[in-house]
């Protein structure tokens, strides 16, 4: 196992605003954007596996915590609408 990583220490902090990312032949290629720069990194794929799994636990504990839900949509993804039809009693929806 790893040593844990000091987060007080260590090189400055660069705050992400955005990211791009690929998986290419086999590995993760992915760009994180910062106001006009851009910063690139290459992961193989059982270490991106372990990252995307690991951010997911931290992330749900975090919302379990704080009883919260954090919006983890991808931009492609469609927007639940938040006007819900209601039944009215003695009506039954339409079904096809």
Partial sequence: ???????????????????HARIINGLLHIVFTSADEEYSFVLPLDLTKKLSR?????????????????????????????IQAKIVEGEEPERK
């Fill in 54 to 82: 690991g951010l997911a636990a931290q992330v749900t504990e975090i919302e379990k915590k704080n009883n919260i839900v954090i919006d983890g949509r991808l931009p492609n993804e469609p927007m639940v609408s938040p």
């Fill in 1 to 19: 196992m790893e040593p844990d990583f000091n987060f007080n220490e260590g090189p400055a902090k660069t705050f992400v605003g955005g990211f």
